[in-house]
């Protein structure tokens, strides 16, 4: 399938490991030219080296001009973006009944209002020329709050809440907004949870991980490849009609609909 990402450009948050680098490597071999960026510029660097057209981008997203500084990056190298990839490290894990104010407000600059700001930036351009796609790389945890990770669920409930409301202002401009959710993806960030949870109930990692892949219908934990493919095709022209929505890419883990 052509996804018609060809001469596109796609800006994808905090690429250096994990999903995001997966998510902009499968925008890459489409034919996007794509800004890699996190605050790793070095190793951001180095993956920019590898795809076909690409650059790295030093970024840290928490700092208040991040956002602002990494869209000029953008726009520099290859124009406005016509893809803007949302994506974050998550914060640290911890029960709801550990969340004071200051860690709920931190929790939101990460996950909430630095995507505000870039999607603030990008967005006039994409309407303007009627054709763009915004993608936030959410969790599981917003169909279904996950345990010991209160300040997660908290932070991309609301990012939910605001990409769903813009879905319906920009999808008549050709503008389509969504979420991809993953379940347990094989990551650094997965690998740290699981310690978290070996750690508090007394556990091995390998029995952590062990009892997580048997919860899962699927069987195992999910791979980079497998989410970054489900992500490119909702950036691509062929997803047009799809927006507003949540798809979870998470071997079948959530049981609800």
Same mark, same amino acid.
């Given at each position: ?6 001469? @596109?450009?796609? $800006? ?8 995001? /680098? ?17 605050? @790793? ?20 997203? &928490?700092? /208040?001009?991040?956002?602002? &500084? ?15 990839? $949302? ?14 104010? =200051?860690? +709920? ?10 995507? #505000?700001? $870039?999607?603030? $930036?990008?967005?006039?351009?994409? @309407? ?5 796609? #915004? ?20 932070? @991309?409930?609301?990012? +939910? ?7 319906? /202002? ?19 960030? =997965?690998?740290?949870?699981?310690? +978290?949870? +070996? ?20 069987? &195992?934990?999910?791979?980079?490849? /497998? ?15 799809? =927006? ?14």
């Amino acid at each position: 399938m052509d996804l018609g990402l060809q001469n @596109r450009t796609a $800006l994808v948050c905090s690429s250096t490991g994990g999903l995001g /680098e997966a998510v902009a490597r499968a925008l890459a071999a489409e034919g996007a030219d794509t800004v890699v960026c996190g605050r @790793r510029g070095e190793r951001a660097a180095r993956i920019a080296a590898e795809l076909p057209s690409a650059v790295g981008v030093t970024a840290d997203l &928490r700092a /208040e001009d991040g956002p602002a &500084r990494l869209y000029e990056a953008a726009v520099a190298a290859f124009g406005p973006p016509d893809v803007l990839v $949302l994506n974050g490290p998550g914060p640290r894990p911890a029960p709801a009944s550990a969340v004071d104010v =200051t860690a +709920a407000a931190e929790a939101l600059d990460t996950l909430l209002h630095a995507h #505000i700001r $870039l999607v603030s $930036l990008a967005l006039p351009a994409m @309407r303007e020329r009627g054709w763009g796609r #915004i993608l936030a790389v959410g969790s599981s945890g917003i169909a279904a709050p996950l345990p010991n990770l209160a300040l997660s669920n908290l932070g @991309r409930a609301a990012l +939910a809440g605001y990409l769903k409301t813009l879905a319906a /202002e920009v999808a008549p401009d050709g503008v389509t907004v969504n979420l991809l959710l993953p379940g347990r993806i094989r990551t650094e960030r =997965t690998a740290a949870v699981d310690a +978290a949870n +070996a750690e508090r109930s007394g556990r091995t990692v390998a029995d952590v991980e062990q009892a997580s892949a048997a919860s899962i219908p699927a069987g &195992r934990y999910g791979r980079p490849e /497998e989410f970054a493919a489900a992500a490119a095709f909702l950036c691509g022209a062929p997803a047009s009609y799809i =927006t507003g929505t949540a798809l979870r890419c998470d071997g079948g883990l959530v049981r609800a609909l």
